[in-house]
C-alpha cells in the first residue's frame, strides 16, 4: 500500500516560517519527481501547483506566489520530501499535498500518487 504522508502543518503568523514534511511509503520514492499543491479555504477553489523536484534532488521548480519564499528538498535515504515557506503571507493559507508523478513540470498530470494533505493558517 502507497502512502504519502504530510505533517508539520499549523497555524502560523505573517512572516513566520513552517516546514512541511511528507513521508512515503510502499513506493520506489527514487523513481519518483514529488511535488507540492494547495488548496486554498473555500468552495470552488482549484489544488493549485506550488513546487516539485526532480528524482535526484537537482532540480526543482518553483510558481512565482512562493518563488523566492519556499524552498521544497528531499531525502531519498529518509523518502521524505520537504517544503520550506519562509516569510509566508495570509495567502498561503491552505491544505498543503504532496504528491508523487512521473514529470517534473507545474501541473498535476501524470501524479500518481496523493497525501491525505496538511492545514496550514497564516494569520496576521
Known amino acids: 500500500q502507497v502512502l504519502l504522508v504530510e505533517s508539520g502543518g499549523g497555524a502560523v503568523q505573517v512572516g513566520g516560517s513552517l516546514r512541511l514534511s511528507c513521508a512515503a511509503s510502499?513506493?520506489?520514492?527514487?523513481?519518483?519527481?514529488m511535488k507540492w499543491f494547495r488548496q486554498a479555504p473555500g468552495p470552488g477553489k482549484d489544488r493549485e501547483f506550488v513546487?516539485?523536484?526532480?528524482?535526484?534532488?537537482?532540480?526543482?521548480m518553483y510558481d512565482d506566489s512562493v518563488k523566492g519564499r519556499f524552498t521544497i528538498s528531499r531525502d531519498n535515504a529518509e523518502k521524505t520530501v520537504y517544503l520550506h515557506m519562509y516569510n509566508v503571507k495570509p495567502e498561503d493559507t491552505g491544505t498543503y499535498y504532496c504528491?508523487?508523478?512521473?514529470?517534473?513540470?507545474?501541473?498535476?498530470?501524470?501524479?500518481?500518487?496523493w497525501g491525505q494533505g496538511t492545514q496550514v493558517t497564516v494569520s496576521s
Open positions: 504528491a508523487a508523478a512521473w514529470v517534473l513540470y507545474r501541473g498535476s498530470s501524470g501524479v500518481d500518487y
Open positions: 510502499g513506493v520506489e520514492f527514487n523513481n519518483y519527481v
Open positions: 513546487a516539485g523536484i526532480s528524482k535526484s534532488g537537482d532540480t526543482s
